[in-house]
């Protein structure tokens, strides 16, 4: 029940916030919208000026006299806001062989055309940025108090580059470092270097680096340049009926030993997963932060264990906080890094790295995760929903018929060709669109039942 609650709650947040982007923008260029609705199919309630408060459908001939129709529809998985003229989700052509009025989407020039079609997104946007710069401006940022290097991959960038483990990080470019994200600030800050000069404690000698930036990785890599020690493989999604799951591994479990191999990061213990197909082996886990738990796991053909793992660090951290315009910054940081964050999650899924069923949720999923922020406090459901608002303004503006970057695309051609795509062709495009939506659907509840 508390799932189906914070579900609730938290889908109508996002799609709240998204529709009234469009109608409020729609609203701004004095177009008319008939109906704002949360949900798609019947109608179940709602309100307009004209007939007041009602239940079900309004009569197939009501004219609302240039007001809203605020609706609560039948289906809870998402929304939309007809606005007059406009091939939109309500699939309405009724104004197809009638001249455009003044007030309709068609008749608007193409800038507000495009500020209306992207505002939900751009909402989203906004949505995301106050939640993050709340909680750099009211809870400040953990910094890893270590500047020490962790386990370096054979044949890795790092290893290239002349680093070896447990070296102290001092300087980059002259600049000392106390903390590990002020050493990776001041490594972005190089990227358009051709090298970067470390200078490095190796035991009591102090030794200098000059790495070429074209051995960093950069952030839409896959891989980590450089890890800090104290550093350990995290569990932060088990996938359904997968070995993992059957073994009894749990998300939140810290990964110690494999096959009595001590774990240091997730690109070793993926290493070591992957080569250890079919082969049955002791797995050491730290559950809770305190409890050491052994199972038996065996990965399948794929080699893989149906697990998502993130580099957790254990040690010493240090509360930072910031002033009021400079959360705004930290803010967009936030922003631009769970944004290449998702675009990798894509990439993986695409090359295979990852399961499609791992790197996205439907209703299940999201009713899961709600409940568990939520009960992790306040706070955490809002950075949740912060999460789950950037990545609805992510692929929303994606150029898929249906969606808005769909919609965007054809207005700008409109644009540059100076005259509307014909309503027919506009009618299959939404309709091809709304189909493949509606398949991505079924398929990702469908593996959203068998994570459960």
Known sequence: MSQLIY????????VFIHEFGHFAAAKLCKMRADIFAI???????GFNKINGFTFGSLPKDFDGQGHTDYRLNL?????????AGMVDESFDTSFANKEPEPYEFRAKPTLQKAFVITAGVLMNLLL??????????????????????????????????????????LSVN???????????????????????????????QKVDLNVKTSLIPSEKSQEEFLLPAEVKPGITDVAGRSPAKKAGIQAGDILLELNNVPLVDVIQTTQLISSHKNVTMPIKLLRNGKDTVSFKITPGPDGKIGIVLADLFTGPTELHTFGFFESFYYGSVDIYHVTVMTFTMFKKVITGNIQFSQAFGGPIKIAQYAAKFADSGFVSFLSFLAMLSLSLAIINILPIPALDGGHFVIIIIEGII?????????????NTGFVLLLILMAFIIYNDILSM
Request: net charge positive.
């Open 75 to 83: 289906v809870p998985l998402g929304g939309y806001v007809k606005i």
């Open 418 to 430: 100076k005259r509307e795509i014909p309503l027919k062709l506009k009618i299959a495009i939404q």
């Open 174 to 204: 002259g600049k000392e470092v106390v903390y590990w994200e002020e050493l990776n600030n001041e490594i972005e800050k190089s990227s358009k270097a051709s090298s970067v000069n470390f200078t490095v404690l190796r035991g009591s």
């Open 39 to 45: 949900g798609f199919g019947q109608r179940l309630f």
């Open 128 to 169: 995301a940025l106050l939640v993050f710069w709340g909680g750099n401006f009211f809870q400040g940022k953990q910094y890893k108090k270590t500047t020490t290097v962790g386990y370096i991959a054979p044949q890795s960038a790092a290893q290239k580059a002349g680093f070896v483990e447990k070296d102290k990080i």
């Open 7 to 14: 579900f609730a709650i938290t889908i109508g947040i996002l």
